[in-house]
């Protein structure tokens, strides 16, 4: 810390544990850093399967006119921050039935049938390539549900169901189930990290950099440090729960140790492991699979008692809505904290694009891809709008695709189905 340039992403080192603090205004860039003083911009994808509930999925205007649909009244207090896009969709092939949609999603691919495993590198993959390299991980690829095996009726590989992030045509990248360790993957905290805080580790460093800059930068920095300390809470009451549950004959059935038994609370515990990673500058590029395609994710919180998949063939009930309104609610939070969090003018939404997508529109439907986009990229991105393709030339959602990694740096001759980008 003693010397005059140091990198605005200061990084802590103590016992086994690494801690990336967040921007700060006070730290003079490194050399490195002054041909590019604007906060670093970040690509998030989270996906959910099996299609949506239409009539609650809607928009209509743009600004102080925008009116939202029922599944996204979650996002009513950051509407100004998201698109919400209309008739986007891939080539029917791609994204019909249950079986592909997840590893096409991000592709805009067709995966082969048959035993041959062989889809597409993925958006978010071919993006760490590029830029992965400015950060400790390259990219974080989280789910919800664990990986499918064997193959559909369909004849196609259940790894194309349960899959979105390919780093080749053949390799789908293992996704991180466990909250804990998707947490310990930022902090690189090892042998001492189940016993203590990952601050407590780095608590005389942190101390002296918090002496050293401006009062806001020390609101900023307590700021982070309790939403550390409030996940790692979380974390130690979830092995609690897990030592009490292996005692207890009724909870014989609960999921492995380290996952937490609901879904509502292992989807908000990832959340908040992407909203560090972006807010550290740990990874710019992060993928998260809620659900798998032909998912068997229950949601007894809802009241429901069967399964997603199940659910999803009475598209039209109100049972479904209840899923499709749950998962914008999940994807509501993750925008809201990145909202919440100032980096440099803005915040670390302002900095990021965020998307939620579904494959198909509804059971067995690839007419168009369900999509909501939050956050401006760096000013790369109008937002607040109703965004509607129905009627466009162009309404391959590989060409947004290509638009995002044009304005992350990455220009790209063809993706997908798509050789232009798309004007949004």
Request: net charge neutral.
């Amino acid at each position: 810390m003693s010397s005059p340039l140091f990198s605005r992403r200061v990084v802590l080192k103590g016992l086994g544990a690494t801690v990336a603090l967040p921007w700060l205004e006070s730290i003079r860039a490194a050399a490195a850093e002054r041909t590019e003083n604007s906060p670093p911009k970040r690509f998030g994808f989270l996906f959910f399967g099996d299609g949506i509930h239409p009539d609650e999925w809607w928009s209509k205007g743009s600004g102080s006119e925008l009116e939202l649909g029922p599944a996204f009244a979650s996002l009513k207090p950051v509407k100004e921050k998201v698109n919400f896009i209309h008739g986007l969709r891939h080539p029917g092939n791609v994204c019909d039935g249950h079986a592909k949609g997840a590893a096409g999603i991000l592709s805009g691919i067709h995966p082969n049938g048959g035993r041959e495993i062989r889809a597409a590198a993925s958006l978010d993959q071919v993006l760490a390539k590029r830029v992965g390299d400015a950060t400790a991980l390259p990219s974080l690829v989280l789910a919800c549900e664990r990986p499918i095996s064997g193959f559909h009726e369909s004849g196609y590989s259940m790894m194309y169901a349960s899959h979105v992030s390919w780093s080749s045509p053949v390799s789908p990248v293992p996704a991180e189930m466990y909250p804990s360790l998707a947490f310990d993957s930022l902090f690189e905290s090892k042998g001492n990290r189940t016993h203590a805080s990952v601050l407590d580790l780095v608590r005389e460093q942190l101390g002296d950099v918090t002496r050293k800059v401006s009062s806001s930068d020390r609101a900023r920095i307590d700021e982070y440090a309790n939403s550390v300390r409030e996940v790692e809470g979380r974390l130690k009451r979830l092995q609690a729960d897990d030592k009490d549950a292996a005692s207890d004959a009724i909870k014989a059935k609960r999921p492995p140790n380290g996952l937490p038994n609901q879904l509502d609370a292992h989807a908000r515990l990832m959340c908040d492991v992407i909203a560090m990673a972006f807010q550290t500058d740990r990874t710019r590029l992060v993928t998260m699979l809620l659900t798998n395609n032909l998912s068997g994710q229950v949601y007894p919180f809802l009241g429901l008692r069967d399964d997603h998949h199940s659910f999803s063939h009475s598209w039209q009930g109100k049972e479904f809505a209840s899923i499709s309104r749950f998962w914008v609610e999940q994807y509501a939070y993750l925008v809201n904290k990145l909202a919440a969090t100032q980096e440099g003018d803005g915040t670390v939404l302002d900095n990021s694009c965020i998307m939620i997508a579904n494959e198909q529109w509804i059971a067995h439907s690839a007419e168009r891809v369900p999509l909501l986009m939050a956050g401006g990229l760096g000013g790369s991105f109008k937002t607040g709008r109703t965004l509607d393709f129905e009627k466009s030339q162009n309404r391959k959602f590989s060409s947004l695709l290509m638009t995002v990694a044009d304005r992350m740096g990455l220009k790209l001759d063809k993706f997908g189905d798509s050789t232009e980008a798309l004007d949004v």
